[in-house]
């Protein structure tokens, strides 16, 4: 499977973003997705995951109530709108895929990641 995700740029405070990732290569089967994040000099952090369905989601707590995860599996495609952005939600946006049924949070649950799209918040 690979994953490009797409969207990032440049927002002011309070801005939206809406997120894209596109998945191909062998992508039947049941795939749990998630979007992680990076920051500058910390490490790669949770974000949001979702069922293969589409069912089942869940935030980090910094995110939740503001950012919403989604996919459109005949299309391919995962989403994150972000919504009342922060400063501090500038990061590197990494999306990524594992075959799976139920939601995942960990960094090591994940075997296929896109690139990063880059997210610049400014206050």
């Known amino acids: 499977v690979q994953l490009q995700a797409s969207g990032g740029g440049l927002v002011q405070a309070g801005g939206s973003l809406r997120l894209s990732c596109a998945a191909s290569?062998?992508?039947?089967?049941?795939?749990?997705m998630g979007w992680f994040r990076q920051a500058p000099r910390k490490e790669r952090e949770f974000v949001a995951t979702i069922t293969w369905s589409g069912t089942y989601g869940d935030y980090a707590d910094s995110v939740k109530g503001r950012f919403t995860i989604s996919r459109d599996n005949a299309a391919n495609t995962l989403y994150l709108q972000m919504n009342g952005l922060k400063p501090e939600d500038t990061a590197v946006y990494y999306c990524?895929?594992?075959?799976?049924?139920?939601?995942?949070?960990?960094?090591?649950?994940?075997?296929?990641w896109g690139q990063g799209t880059l997210v610049t918040v400014s206050s």
């Open positions: 290569g062998r992508t039947s089967g049941a795939y749990t």
């Open positions: 990524a895929a594992s075959q799976s049924t139920r939601l995942l949070y960990r960094r090591l649950e994940y075997g296929y």
